[in-house]
């Protein structure tokens, strides 16, 4: 425990760092960060064109849609503050500055992960938490105790799930310099997947979510909960409350994954 909460303090001062360099430029900063949440917003104007011309999809309205849209663009918003420079990763095996990374006495995914923090991803966030404050004036939702702790849980349940996922996949750089498109398609499209109700997609695509790389978990089970909806692919009910432990589980392989690829690297110049 003394040693995890030491590797969090490091976390904490190199983020710091970053973050206090970045507020040398303040107006700039915002400037990025108001431009970055006008960018992202384009995705939920996509939505609302779409509720522009049809009442409801399925039997989700524009409440429902901009809710589970909202957890799953704040979830991953999160996510990409903190390790979104994963996608320099095959970079860094490319030009060989991993290994750097493996000399020092510091597990190297917290150094990856530590190695930049741009704040202005965060106005995707704040996009995320406009949308879902104008769901909930649309939604009619019983609220309970465990209603109202769901969304945050979810939220957080979700970061963690886009994560493991994030991390996971990075580790194909080691054999696969160039597959970032890849880590992509599982990653930025996995955030986009999960802006809808699932039963919209193919089941092929529905098993891949639900029981291979856990995307359902993120916003899809949470808000089926929340909004107290049937759910359309026929799952036990049990799953609407599985987040938490998906995301410690996958959390888990996500760690094995990577400690098992950085065991067999061999270097740029192996």
Known sequence: MAEVRSLAGIYVRLVGARIRSQLEYRVSTALQLVGVAILTATD???IAVIFANVPELGEWSLGEVAFLYALATISFALTDIAIGHLDLFPQMIREGTFDQILVRPLPSLLQVVASDFALRRLG???QGLAVLAFALTLVDVD???GRMLAIPVA???GAVIY???WIALATVAFWIVDAIELVNAFTYGGSFLSQYPLWIFARCLRGLVVFLVPLAFVAYFPA???LDKDDELGLPRAFSFASP????LAALVAGAVWRNAVRHYRSAGG
């Open 44 to 46: 939920f104007v996509a």
């Open 155 to 157: 939220i957080a349940a």
């Open 124 to 126: 995707k966030a704040l």
């Open 163 to 165: 994560a493991a996922v």
């Open 224 to 226: 089926v909960y929340v």
């Open 245 to 248: 432990f998906v995301a410690v």
């Open 143 to 145: 609220w309970t105790v």
